[in-house]
Nanobody, 116 residues
């Protein structure tokens, strides 16, 4: 299983961040306990769970971010998408696409900076 993140490296405050994870090696709908999602790491800080969507399409969110976050999937493209609304500089981080289930795979991460 391989995960590849894509998205803008720079987002302005108050805008919406949109990131896409393209999954290869397995269908994201495969019924084998895959939990596709996002984890981020702000500079100098630890890892923070953002959201996941599982092989059934069920979603879970970090309560601290839930009001601003939406995770979805495009099964035709085998992709998982994260949207984070009303970003602030505190949302700047390396965002990792992950499978928190069967494969335990991580993408290489994509740096997101929030700045005007």
């Amino acid at each position: 299983v391989q995960l590849q993140e894509s998205g803008p490296g720079l987002v302005k405050p108050s805008q919406t961040l949109s990131l896409t994870c393209t999954v290869s090696g397995v269908s994201i709908t495969t019924n084998n306990y895959y939990f596709w999602g996002w984890i981020r790491q702000p500079p100098g800080k630890g890892l923070e769970y953002v959201a996941t969507i599982d092989y059934r399409g069920d979603t879970r969110y970090n309560p601290a971010l839930e009001s601003r976050t939406a995770i979805s999937r495009d099964t035709s493209k085998n992709q998982v998408t994260l949207q984070l609304d009303s970003v602030t500089p505190e949302d700047g981080a390396v965002y990792y696409c992950v499978d928190l289930g069967t494969s335990g795979s991580w993408g290489q991460g994509t740096q997101v900076t929030v700045s005007s």
